[in-house]
């Protein structure tokens, strides 16, 4: 039992190593804006699946490492991140009885809380302008959901996480 422990808590945070190196490969500008923002998805799958393994504190942990590799203000996606899991810890029971196309309206709306909050903290400290395409990545994590669980779901049966 314990060797399963050991081993998800490096699969799971390995998983969000590859979700950030895919963040910041530099991808071909035309397919730019159809890309979720992997470690967020990442994020919000192993909350919902092992909250006991990922919890607030990770969340946080992780949002100060985008901060760092994104190269922004430290703490705007921490307090995102956190509020994030706090939302989700909230109700993983329902969100784990729902439909795939229903978790994915469910992480659309996570993910617009989520920049929201980005939005209106670097609002605040840097005064950004507003876009449209500031939302359109809500939208991109609710569409690319279901393959991520699907992804995620096999690679965690694979190793036996419990």
Known sequence: MNEYHRDSGWTIWFSFLVGMILQIIPWPFQICFFLPFWTKLLLIYWITVLPHRVNINAAFILGLITDIIFGITIGIHALAFTILSYLALLKFHLFRNLTLWQQSLLVLMFSLITDIIIFWAQFLIMNVEFSSET??????????????FLTMQKIRRKLSMK
């Not at 569409?143 to 991520?148: H, L, N, Q």
């Open 135 to 148: 939302f359109w990545n809500s939208v991109i994590d609710g569409i690319w959901w279901s393959w991520i």
